[in-house]
């Protein structure tokens, strides 16, 4: 298959899952292993901050507001908020990279992963209907979120959406709401991950390792952040009327085929 359509699949597929709460990591990982491309961390982490950067001009109004409207001392919470979640992932990515972590391709983590994460959804969907819940961010959701990004950077498969919007669903958020702040917080997030992997493949680059195809770089990027965005806009209306259990039981689903696919 030519490797520039092997980018444009890969850049769909990332922008179809990252913001919806299936992994985009784990289908990335599972899609270059099973077309046998493997593409670099540089290639996944870029083609993932275009998916973010789609998010916000369907939250200009949140964003302009933390720009422009610091004043406000509800705008300024806010952003104080996303900023400590932000710090807290920024500092144990930090701690990642100097252990040099690597992300595992192995499909059985993976899998169980997805396994997991599929199961708390549509547990935690259960236990929290009919409840109450809150449109208001607490300190203690902005830490919760911060540790959750860790977990998903740590485990593929995991979801960082789908870390993030459990950890705030289980602690009362709306589902509006929850999936506002895990959006709005994945942009720093992802630009600095982004950001720093760019410098070091310049500065500092793997003795022995194939040069980076810029170009394929550049074009999952854009073709991620455009269908990002249309992914997002829908996402944005099914939470206000539907729960997550959906993206639960697809979790579910796709890790028993691959449990399934590894067996054979």
Not at 17 to 34: K, N, Q, V
Not at 171 to 182: N, V
Request: charged share 15%.
């Amino acid at each position: 298959m030519p490797e520039w359509i092997v980018t444009l699949l890969l850049g769909c597929l990332e922008g179809i899952t990252e913001f919806l709460p299936i992994s985009s990591t784990g289908h990335l990982l599972l899609a270059e292993r099973w077309m046998g491309d493997h593409r670099s961390d540089l290639f996944n982490v870029v083609i993932q901050a275009g998916a973010v950067l789609a998010v916000i001009p369907l939250f200009w109004k949140r964003v302009s507001d933390m720009l422009f409207r610091l004043g406000d001392p509800e705008v300024r919470r806010y952003t104080a908020q996303l900023l400590t979640a932000f710090f807290i992932t920024g500092v144990g990515g930090v701690v990642l990279e100097k252990l040099n972590f690597k992300l595992s391709d192995d499909p059985i983590p993976v899998a169980s992963a997805l396994l997991v994460g599929g199961i708390l959804f549509v547990v935690v969907e259960r236990l929290l209907s009919g409840r109450p819940h809150t449109d208001e961010i607490s300190w203690k959701a902005a830490v919760v979120v911060g540790i959750a990004q860790l977990v998903a950077a740590v485990f593929p498969g995991s979801s960082r959406s789908g870390t993030t919007i459990l950890a705030c669903l289980a602690l009362g958020l709306s589902r509006p709401a929850a999936t506002e702040f895990s959006f709005l917080v994945g942009i720093p997030t992802m630009l600095a991950a982004s950001g720093l992997k760019i410098v070091k493949a310049l500065t500092h680059p793997v003795a022995g390792a194939p040069p980076e195809d810029w170009s394929a770089v550049a074009l999952g990027f854009l073709v991620s952040a455009v269908v990002s965005f249309v992914v997002v806009r829908w996402l944005l209306g099914y939470v206000r009327g539907h729960t997550f259990a959906a993206f639960g039981w697809y979790r579910i689903a796709l890790a028993a085929v691959i449990f399934a696919l590894v067996a054979r």
